[in-house]
């Protein structure tokens, strides 16, 4: 009896799928999500670093006037200065659309999980309801 009743039971794979396929097209947003990030900072950085270059260029150059020396040394932390504080911006841009996007995927996905979840406990509730009205006819 206890075989029959379990083998009455049963198992919807579809559910499953269907929550497999949603998680693999969020970590596929998450990762692109991602990826545009670190792109978008390493293009930054490359630039943070080209223009860091060039200026120290212009500093190691030989000077006329000994006073020169501290007037490119004072320009270049000047510059650097101004360049970090217009990098550090950039940076925080970045992470604000990183948390912008990852929150609205989050959210997009809750409902979509929300919606799943909801169906598939319909689904089941009904199937195990006329499962157990199959036992119990069964069992009498």
Known sequence: MM???????PVDTKAMEDAFKTTATMSEKLSAVALEAAEKSTELSASWTKETLSKIAELSSAKEE???????MTDFAASQAEAAAEHMATFAEIAKKVQMDTVELMMA?????SEDMTAAAKKATDEMT????????AAK
């Open 3 to 9: 075989k029959d009743m379990m083998g009455s039971f």
């Open 66 to 72: 000994p006073a020169d020396y501290a007037k490119a």
């Open 109 to 113: 996905a809750g409902k979509d999980f």
């Open 130 to 137: 006329a499962a157990t009205k199959k036992v119990t006819e």
